[in-house]
């Protein structure tokens, strides 16, 4: 099998059915394939009836007559860790879902009080969006950590001192972004791949589908996209930035947050983005690798 060629399966709507599957099995065993790739996709107009939610008893029994009848052939299965792409599902929380950063800011003159609220501009992520960091920069370059000081509503107890002060509030806000090309029972939100407990929590859900249906791992499993559009931050990053880089990027927002690319903003930058691959090096990649090797 290794020296034959694998080809991409798509179950439209995971709209099978035993006989086919076996017909399309024994055609791709005559002629000289020797692996199939399965990923659940978007179905056919029309033909809704047919389709099977993805992880679904009905949909595990389907994958353990495909692994059969593979196996009879001398083919063998891998399937995609989700459908569509990216990973995601309607498991995904919005707490687990893929993070961003979000920033506001305000001024602050000598002596005064910040009248409005500590949050988003964005009215979209309002609802969920968090307060990670509110940190005031005064043009004398004293920078305080305000975060403590900002109460349950959003309003901040702190007087401005004699200085003109800036006041930058970073928050985890969520992309929203869901599942594209998603297969039936496979929509849902993108996960957090920077996160730990989040991708622990979305592979938790195919451990619980073949435990529970008893149906054998495939040879593989595979990762089919990594489309996760505007996920550049996630909660505790602060914290994972000064354990990995020695220093705090809080301490540094203006400088992070400039258009103007001077040799600092561009050391922080690049220790940012070096922090985030390293999350997701660790978090997502060997996480989700170590997962594989445990069952595959």
Not at 247 to 269: C, M, Q
Not at 273 to 291: D, I, V, Y
Request: hydrophobic letters at 35%; charged letters at 25%; glycine letters at 8%.
């Amino acid at each position: 099998m290794e020296a034959k060629p694998a080809t991409r399966w798509w179950w439209m709507g995971s709209a099978v059915d035993k006989e086919n599957l076996t017909r399309n099995i024994k055609s791709y065993a005559e002629a000289g394939m020797g692996t199939l790739e399965i990923t659940p996709i978007y179905g056919v107009q029309g033909n809704d009836a047919n389709e099977i939610p993805f992880l679904s008893p009905q949909w595990m029994e389907m994958l353990r007559h495909t692994q059969s009848e593979a196996h009879r052939n001398g083919m063998q299965i891998d399937m995609n860790t989700g459908t569509g792409w990216p990973f995601g599902s309607p498991e995904v929380s919005l707490e687990d879902a893929a993070s961003c950063l979000i920033i506001s800011e305000y001024k602050l003159k000598g002596g005064e009080r910040l009248r409005v609220k500590v949050e988003p501009g964005d009215k979209t992520q309002k609802a969920h969006a968090v307060l990670s960091r509110l940190m005031g920069f005064s043009d004398k370059g004293i920078c305080l950590d305000l975060t403590l000081k900002v109460d349950s509503k959003g309003m901040l107890n702190w007087k401005a001192s004699k200085e003109n002060w800036r006041l930058i509030a970073a928050f985890t806000g969520k992309t929203l972004q869901k599942v594209k090309r998603a297969a039936p029972g496979g929509e849902g939100y993108v996960m957090d791949h920077f996160s730990e407990k989040s991708v622990e929590n979305y592979l938790a859900r195919f451990d619980k589908a073949f435990s529970n249906s008893k149906v054998s791992y495939p040879h593989n499993f595979f990762n089919d996209s990594y489309e996760v559009y505007k996920a550049d931050w996630t909660p505790g990053f602060f914290e994972e930035f000064a354990l990995r880089r020695g220093y705090k990027l809080e301490e540094h927002l203006p400088e992070f947050l400039s258009e103007v690319r001077s040799d600092n903003t561009a050391r922080i930058i690049s220790d940012y983005r070096e922090t985030m691959a390293e999350l997701l090096q660790e978090n997502f990649t060997k996480q989700w690798t170590e997962w594989l090797i445990a069952w595959c």
